[in-house]
T-cell receptor, first 112, second 110 residues
Framework: ETGVTQSPTHLIKTRGQQVTLRCSSQ?????VSWYQQALGQGPQFIFQ???????GRGNFPPRFSGLQFPNYSSELNVNALELDDSALYLC???????????FGPGTRLLVL | SQELEQSPQSLIVQEGKNLTINCTSS?????LYWYKQKYGEGLIFLMM?????EEKSHEKITAKLDEKKQQSSLHITASQPSHAGIYLC??????????FGQGTRLTINP
């Protein structure tokens, strides 16, 4: 158990819709990172939040956005869903930006 | 091309046998992480290596980072069914924005 939880576990949406995925970090971890993992691939970095501010972003379009809250929870929002957004979305928390990341179980998103 | 290449992509071994998974980087690593993933689930942290020549062990799993810090290996001794899963190496090139390899799927046959 990593102490990192994610909700929901599974989600089905249609193309063009919007989705919000949630993550609850370990207590005391002020950094959260989000990753997208397509089937058969390694996770790809979306962005990182540190103390409620974005602290780096991967090669993802602006329709991927995030929020981090003071209570160690965070959100990943995706607008205008596309079929290629179907993937496992992982959040990872760490005590700081330079420290080991601990992953949640993921949310599997299917876009039809 | 991938910044981080893992080999092999899949591996099937008999229970009790030893095995090695390799992770090669196209540039110098500041930190190299090994994670294990059960199919469709989250990643479990195994080990982190930072210094060239560093070697760490946990139970029957040993990971090494070569002197030039561009390659790491994960070695499992006397494999067990519980070792089955997907092993991922992740490189810390820029301040914890981890770049992952494509993973190695390990199957243990009884």
């Amino acid at each position: 158990e990593t102490g990192v939880t994610q909700s929901p576990t599974h989600l089905i949406k249609t193309r063009g819709q919007q989705v919000t995925l949630r993550c609850s970090s370990q207590s005391g971890h002020n950094t959260v990172s989000w990753y997208q993992q397509a089937l058969g691939q390694g996770p790809q970095f979306i962005f990182q939040y540190y103390r409620e501010e974005e602290n780096g972003r991967g090669n993802f379009p602006p329709r991927f956005s995030g929020l981090q809250f003071p209570n160690y929870s965070s959100e990943l929002n995706v607008n205008a869903l596309e079929l290629d957004d179907s993937a496992l979305y992982l959040c990872a928390s760490s005590p700081g930006p330079e420290e080991t990341q601990y992953f949640g179980p993921g949310t599997r998103l299917l876009v039809l | 091309s991938q910044e981080l290449e893992q080999s092999p992509q899949s591996l099937i071994v008999q229970e009790g046998k030893n095995l090695t998974i390799n992770c090669t980087s196209s540039k110098t690593l500041y930190g190299l992480y090994w994670y294990k993933q059960k199919y469709g689930e989250g990643l479990i942290f195994l080990m982190m290596l930072q210094k060239g020549g560093e070697e760490k062990s946990h139970e029957k799993i040993t990971a090494k980072l070569d002197e030039k810090k561009q390659q790491s290996s994960l070695h499992i001794t006397a494999s067990q069914p519980s070792h089955a899963g997907i092993y991922l190496c992740g490189a810390d090139y820029v301040s914890q924005k981890l770049v992952f390899g494509q993973g190695t799927r390990l199957t243990i046959n009884p």
